[in-house]
């Protein structure tokens, strides 16, 4: 098989809601430019990704797949997805040729899939076909509006939510005790802090969330701060979820195992380059008992991507959906749905196994590639 050619369609999504989910992000109602990723081969296979999110637009990186990554795709083999991953990665660093790099991964493992008949999961080393979700919030208004969200997902049947807090402690604090309160104590809670304490507030919105049995505690320091976080996993007993940025690599990891700076790995396809690069860093945490919770992946069909790879590891808990729907979903003709038990459930199709909406691309079409 091989790669005759590489496209890329660029449409708008408009009316995205104002919604922001760190102190650093502002909400403001927008549209945002989107990539399809096509990878054609000469057996009339091909792979898609989707580049893009409601809040990190496409823009100038569309042109950059055709300057800088087509030339060196087409004429090869696309089931050659390491040595493609090798010479793509080598050297690259940084969000814009990582998430080109996912993409490209992505839409690599969908031709896969398609030419073996196989989910890409299964291709990955089927695991399962099911797994949790959990509701993860965007900055709420007051703590009631987390505990009213909360609770409305906990009674939709879902068995766990997260809290992404305005990254002021003292409010942040009393977010997690009033959700507590709301949920009761039977119901799996996640804080998720964005990066944005310092070290001692770090420790004390920490230490309430560990009194009140929550689950893990997401990216409270700056991600940079290994030696802060060496410490703080030493202060508290809550397990620390680090890693979700900066966008890198299966190397970047190293130190933070070996340092034991904190207690899950993070990533997605869409920050870390590609599932290839995912499934490398995965396998790696289990061989230190440690699970690789996947972060969410910006856009429908990434996290389509990400249940793959979630359903072929054994070492992560849940698939993160991220709220609200109208700020995550589009592009897809069936989004994931999350059942009455709080599941999703792996598609069973070839490669990514999904209906893209080709009509409602080709109606907000901005350019062809
Ligand atoms: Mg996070």
Redesign the pocket.
Known sequence: MKILDVKVTVWEWNGIPPVS?SASIQGVERSTHMALLKIITDTGIEGHAFIGSALYSIGKDAQVIIDRYKPSLVGRNPLDRERIWQSLSKNALGWSPMRLIGGIDIALWDIAGKAAGVPIHQLMGGYRTSVPAYA?SAVLPSPEAYAEEALKYKELGWTAY?I?PPSIPTTDIRICQVVRDAVGDDFRLML?A?WSYNYADAVSVGRVAEDLGFYWY??PLPYDDINGYMKLKQALKIPI?AT?LPATGPTAYAPWILNQATDYL?GDPAIKGGLTSCLKTAHTAETFHMNYEV?HGGNSLTNVANMHLIMAIRNCEYF?VLLPDSAQKHGLVVDIEVDKYGMIHAPTGSGLGVEIDFDLIEHNKVMEL
């Open positions: 989910y993860s997260k992404h998720d964005t997401e990216d979820a979700e993070r972060h993160e």
